[in-house]
């Protein structure tokens, strides 16, 4: 590098650059002004200037608590609960004397609570800044003031200093690119941490900076840098560099982003703009939205409902107080003596009943308070880690290929799972594997390429005939599934054409144009691989990658790229050897999705300049010259065949350009991409419109994107348990309908609804080009298209008619009004199947707004790109699926997986799982708590409302957090209804989530009631047989100590037996829960006995002095055990024998005879409208 250096290029020259050399114009005006104002001091970040400007370090934390803000952050955010706030006042009224019991034991719980819950929060949080150290920690080459580079960590950057960045390594900060390993200072670098995309993205250094080519040349460099402040805009850089009392403008394509990793750039030097949080990449950092499954918010709702039951009971109670306590002292008699109401205090004053009724209400509230489940939150929050890790680990979702297992990346969702009742999903790399092959094209109307594609095998099948291709040379190709290329992105097989036999054809010279197009058309970038001696290719997209491979493959290798050239070894028709030819690149005019086509103009060596393009049809062939359309008939059939095989699809042409005709265009299009206006883009598009034109047409390519294994037979699955499944692409409608058929979503028999605006009347308007008239005329026509399909539907009402609703993007815009959408969607939702074509990003995202909003039900997003993040955020669920993509879909995703078809064992097994165990895990929580609530309450009532506990202080602290808490959350990780294998085998077991039959009001109250019955029978049996008996061998009667310490254990043992007879799948670990909970009972009861009165109170020596030695005391626990879950268990087996739910119909099937196993089978038979199992 430090020789002599090639003659440097004119930025006009470069070949692919989106900004180039910019000018002062326009924007650059704004320097020094609002939103303008910083100074960077390049390789003079120590002088005074520099540190009055107080900019950020380069330390970036993505933590959500520091030491400092931890406990009010974390200690607001569990307060946020009502739960918690609720137990937090009525630890606080705990401290006065209207407590019925201890403030330490009210207390107590409630810090354990919230201490679990904060030590979760500080452990993820932990996490986060374990990866920010990492991150920080990494080591970057700095300039050390001297003309030599040494080692610092990422955080110690300041805005200014010069870094060096060698091969594939990341950007510590946003940099300006001064110079790089190239002669022209140009570097490659890769975004996908950005943008999810995979591609290069070529960058270049103004040229006053190009020459900083080694250390030593750093040493006495000094500039200034005046330019934007900070902003989330990634791809807009306004500025200036002051250097040598010069001022050069500066564009995005010196910026280098943070996170953005260099490549196949052996080094570059950049000067830090931003630092930081600073960075644009930090600046887009947004938080994803909040999700809450419907099942957590439903929870929500029966705490206010049980909120609203307790203070209605406190209303009750206060009421009876009040009366009673004023009829304590009449005529001088005391009813009550025993409360001595002629000497009491304010709160059993006859004198003043309404005040102690109110002070009354208050003892109430806190001593009901046990219908709240203190540990309902957190048990549910370590029940989902715990669900979450199972996930994780799932063998059965790993993919071997590529090494990736499942990964839920949030555990607030997994009940959601068992719930979804649509699922939108991408086509392109979620449905397909998003690794092209190239198998067909049709060059000068002949067609080439044998393969047979998935999609055709999918026809053959549903037509049953046999799949025949037929060879040039009259013989046949029969089903030629398994016969595959070693070379990947390489499908094609035809003699006519391989092995240099082109030359051959009648039109020879046309297809070594169309191989040259193939070979020169494009941006990637070579790599050659030394031990294999073969090249392989860095390319912006698979379908990219498979056209230079193909042009390889065929003879045309693509082995060299410079800025100004292109070279291949191609095979030279007259002399039949391969031969060394350069192409001298002018320009690349780049591929977007308005224009749709990507140019080239070149110079060949005999010094013609030829311009050569690709493009989608809808766009090309109104290009072509009127001598340039000899193929055009044969060439628009072959792309119809090629769609209808589900094949993506290109035309390439050519034209030879004048002299003059290119200068014109050369120097309009160099003013346009120099400029740094807001309408750049629309000056660039112009200025490449006007040469794309008069376009000689060669042929066209085909593609094919294969299923993913697994997808056709997940479909049938998914369908089978009731899941609607819409396709949103961005493809062709005929790609798009003909993918449906191979993967299922389709069937033969299926009656097409199709909207779109390819009618005569529309496409008249266009081409008179009144916009307002085309928007008027396109809503109707739409409207009028959603109002007939409504009407087919009404009219098929009774047959058996199955819709599928196909449309395209430019009517899903109209579709999408909000005077439209619903309409269009209860179109939508009574078809079989829904495929929105040419969809974009924004599109796909309100799409699933509509059905997630219109439906009411959730919905799941599966995609694997970044065009689909706004789909997955949108959706109740969003899935990722971590292909070839880049991982911006996975990162804003809420779980990941490696294969849609894994989404089958996600959803029918975890997901049926998950749903049942929360479902149960709450319902039997607030069974439980109601169970040992209305002990309390009825025993209030017994003492006329008194205030009086019925149990000892920390008996009741104690119930939620060790005696019963650990059974439920072994029911919650563990219990399964139904096996996998039977998860999978009956697939309609799923709809059990999707009708939310396990978490109905009507179950979650029939629940309740069994707590209450529970509650009754407890209370009722142990005050009649222990009311006035002998309870000791003195024959001492029962005092409340006594019967405090019998209703508590039999409550215990209730609770626990009622689990124990809800689980469907025993397990070591909830056998040991469940009873190890009762021998806590008592085990805490002999320990805590045993303490001093002081501290034990009314437990003291009551298990070993009065209870234990009484066998009424043993007797009476048996038999309240059996009455109390005599009910429950005379419901199931008579609602199991008469009217079984379809889990439980499963679980029979092993116990009873075969005639019973096959009527469950037939029930699990249901017609099905999409799936392959729909045409048997």
């Not at 930081?276 to 600046?283: E, I």
């Not at 109002?787 to 609703?805: C, D, E, M, Q, Y």
Request: charged share 20%.
């Amino acid at each position: 590098m430090n020789g002599g250096r090639r003659k440097r290029l004119h930025f006009s020259k470069l070949y692919s650059f989106t900004c180039g050399k910019s000018s002062f114009k326009d924007d650059h005006s704004r320097i020094g002004g609002p939103g303008f104002s910083r100074v960077v001091f390049c390789n003079d970040a120590d002088c005074f200037e520099a540190g009055i400007q107080s900019y950020a370090t380069n330390y970036v934390s993505t933590t959500k608590y520091t030491l400092v803000t931890f406990l009010p952050k974390s200690l607001f955010e569990q307060f946020r609960r009502v739960a918690n706030m609720y137990f937090l006042i009525a630890g606080c009224l705990a401290l006065t004397p209207l407590a019925p019991y201890s403030a330490v034991s009210a207390l107590a719980p409630l810090i354990l609570v919230i201490g679990v819950s904060m030590v979760k929060e500080a452990i993820e949080d932990w996490k986060r800044k374990t990866q920010d150290i990492e991150v920080n920690n990494r080591k970057i080459k700095v300039h050390q003031g001297d003309g030599t580079f040494g080692y610092t960590e990422w955080k110690n950057l300041r805005v200014g200093d010069i870094v060096k960045v060698e091969k594939d390594g990341f950007f510590p900060a946003d940099l300006l690119l001064l110079s790089s390993s190239y002669e022209e200072a140009v570097c490659y670098i890769e975004t996908m941490n950005l943008d999810g995309e995979t591609n290069l993205k070529p960058k270049q250094a103004l040229d006053v900076t190009s020459n900083l080519h080694d250390d030593s040349s750093l040493k006495d460099f000094k500039a200034i840098v005046k330019c934007e402040d900070p902003n989330a805009s990634l791809y807009s850089f306004i500025g200036t560099l002051d250097f040598e009392e010069q001022q050069y403008p500066l564009s995005p394509q010196q910026l280098l982003l943070r996170d953005s990793k260099l490549r196949n750039t052996d080094f570059i030097y950049g000067a830090v703009i931003f630092t930081g949080h600073d960075t644009k990449v930090m600046q887009n950092s947004t938080k994803p939205p909040s999700k809450r499954s419907k099942i957590e918010m439903k929870m929500d709702k029966i705490i206010y409902f049980l909120f609203s039951v307790l203070v209605l009971m406190s209303v009750v109670g206060s009421i009876f107080f009040g009366i009673w306590t004023g009829k304590d002292l009449q005529d001088g008699k005391l009813k009550r003596w025993y409360l001595r109401p002629d000497k009491t205090t304010i709160f059993f004053d006859p004198e003043n009943a309404f005040v102690a009724a109110m002070l009354h209400f208050l003892t109430a509230l806190m001593l009901y308070g046990y219908l709240i489940p203190i540990s309902l939150y957190v048990s549910i929050e370590i029940v989902k880690v715990l669900q979450s890790i199972f996930i994780n680990q799932d063998v059965h979702m790993y993919y071997e290929e590529a090494d990736k297992p499942a990964r839920a990346r949030t555990s607030n969702l997994n009940e959601e799972l068992g719930q979804v009742d649509t699922i939108l999903t991408d086509k392109t790399g979620t449905l397909t594997c998003n690794s092209m092959e190239f198998i067909k094209c049709s060059v000068a109307g002949t067609a080439y390429g044998h393969g047979v594609t998935e999609v055709e095998q999918a026809m053959a099948r549903r037509k049953g005939s046999p799949l025949v291709r037929e060879v040039g040379n009259g013989d046949h190709l029969e089903d030629q599934v398994d016969k595959r290329s070693s070379v990947k992105g390489f499908n094609f097989e035809d003699r006519r054409v391989m092995n240099g036999n082109w030359v051959n054809e009648p039109h020879s010279e046309i297809l070594q144009k169309f191989f040259q197009v193939l070979a020169i058309c494009h941006t990637a970038i070579p790599e050659e691989d030394k031990q294999m001696g073969r090249i392989s290719y860095e390319a912006e997209s698979p379908d990219e990658a498979a056209f230079v491979i193909a042009a390889r493959e065929l003879g045309f290798e693509f082995y060299k790229r410079t800025q100004t050239s292109i070279s291949l070894n191609e095979l030279d028709p007259v002399s039949g050897v391969k031969v060394e030819r350069s192409y001298e690149l002018l320009n690349v005019l780049e591929f977007n999705s308005s224009r749709k086509r990507m140019s080239v103009i070149v110079r060949n060596e005999e010094g013609q300049l030829l311009l050569l393009c690709k493009g989608a049809d809808s766009v090309m062939f109104e290009r072509l010259a009127k001598k340039g359309r000899d193929f055009e008939d044969q060439t628009r059939e072959h792309l119809n065949e090629y769609a209808d095989a589900g094949l993506r699809t290109l035309v390439l042409a050519y034209r030879v350009l004048a002299e003059e005709e290119y200068k014109d265009f050369r120097d309009e299009f160099s003013e346009a991409k120099n400029s740094v206006s807001a309408d750049r883009d629309e000056m660039v598009d112009e200025a490449a419109e006007k040469i794309e034109k008069d376009l000689i047409l060669l042929g066209a390519t085909a593609v094919e994107d294969k299923l993913q294994n697994g997808v056709p037979e997940c479909i049938d699955k998914l369908a089978q348990a009731g899941i609607k499944i819409w396709v949103l692409t961005g493809d062709k409608m005929e790609t798009a309908i003909n993918i449906g058929f191979a993967c299922s979503l389709l069937r033969q028999e299926m009656k097409q609804i199709i909207i779109n605006l390819e009618t005569p009347e529309i496409q008249a308007l266009e081409k008179a080009g009144d916009k307002n008239a085309i928007a008027k005329a396109s809503k109707a026509s739409v409207v009028n298209q959603i109002t007939n399909g409504k009407s087919r539907l009404t009219t098929a009402i009774g047959s058996s008619s199955v819709f599928a609703l196909i449309i395209d993007g430019k009517s899903l815009t109209f579709a999408l009004e909000k005077d439209v959408k619903n309409s269009f969607l209860e179109l939508a939702v009574s078809c079989a199947s829904v495929i929105c074509c040419r969809s974009s990003p924004k599109q796909k995202a309100l799409v699933t707004r509509l059905v997630k909003e219109g439906t009411g039900k959730t919905t799941l997003a599966i995609g694997d790109g970044a065009n689909d993040v706004g789909m997955l955020q949108e959706a109740d669920i969003g899935v990722g699926i971590s292909g070839v993509e880049g991982m911006q879909a996975v990162m804003s995703s809420d779980i990941a997986i490696a294969q849609f078809r894994f989404l089958e064992r996600l959803l029918l097994v975890h997901g049926h799982w998950c749903y049942r165990r929360i479902s149960s895990m709450i319902c039997y929580f607030f069974y439980k708590n109601i169970a040992f609530g209305f002990t309390l309450f009825l025993f209030e009532a017994y003492a006329s409302f008194s205030g009086q506990a019925a149990y000892n202080d920390w008996y009741m602290s104690l119930y939620n957090v060790f005696f019963t808490s650990l059974p439920v959350l072994a029911l919650g990780v563990f219990d399964q209804d139904v096996s996998a294998r039977f998860c999978l085998k009956f697939p309609l077991l799923y709809k059990e989530g999707t009708q939310n039959v396990l978490f109905s009001w009507f179950r979650i109250l029939s629940w309740m009631f069994n707590g209450i019955i529970s509650a009754v029978v407890i209370f009722f049996l142990c005050v009649a047989a222990l009311h006035h008996q002998a309870f000791r061998k003195g024959g001492q009667v029962v005092d409340m100590e006594i019967l405090g310490a019998t209703m508590y254990t039999c409550v215990i043992w209730v609770v626990n037996c009622q689990m124990a007879l809800s689980v469907s799948y025993f397990t070591l670990i909830q056998h040991i829960f469940i009873w190890g909970g009762i021998a806590l009972w008592y085990l805490f009861l002999l320990i805590y006995g045993a303490i001093t009165p002081a501290i034990s109170t009314t437990a003291y020596m009551v298990f070993t002095e009065a209870c234990g030695p009484a066998p009424m005391y043993w007797l009476l626990t048996l038999c309240v055990v059996i009455a109390a879950l005599l009910p429950y268990f005379a419901y199931s087996a008579f609602q199991m024998w008469i009217f079984p739910m379809y889990h439980e119909m499963i679980q029979w099937i092993r116990l009873v005879d075969p005639e019973y196993r096959q009527i469950v089978r037939q029930q699990s038979l249901r017609p099905n409208t999409i799936g392959f199992t729909a045409r048997v």
